[in-house]
């Protein structure tokens, strides 16, 4: 019985845990789809996104080649 308290607990905190980032997508104006793992930040300074991919290195991206930014 505690096995079982135990897995819904750890299913829960997963899928908690798992609500807590969200994901974007950014267009880009030649046509392609960039999955960002976080929400992408902009350099005012420099004028270039600054994000992590989906194996977590940090990119950056000049601004004026993105066309929209979406939540996922």
């Given amino acids: 019985m505690?096995?079982?308290i135990f897995s819904l607990?750890?299913?829960g905190a997963t899928a908690a845990l798992s609500g807590c980032s969200s994901d974007y997508v950014m267009a880009t104006k030649d046509g392609h789809?960039?999955?960002t793992d976080g929400k992408p930040r902009?350099?005012?300074q420099t004028?270039?996104?600054e994000y992590?991919?989906?194996a977590g290195?940090?990119?950056q991206i000049n601004g004026d080649m993105v066309s929209s930014i979406i939540e996922r």
Avoid: A, C, E, P
């Fill in 2 to 4: 505690t096995r079982k």
């Fill in 9 to 11: 607990l750890l299913l």
């Fill in 33 to 35: 789809m960039i999955l």
């Fill in 42 to 44: 902009i350099d005012k």
């Fill in 47 to 49: 004028g270039l996104i």
């Fill in 52 to 54: 992590y991919d989906q």
């Fill in 57 to 59: 290195h940090q990119m």
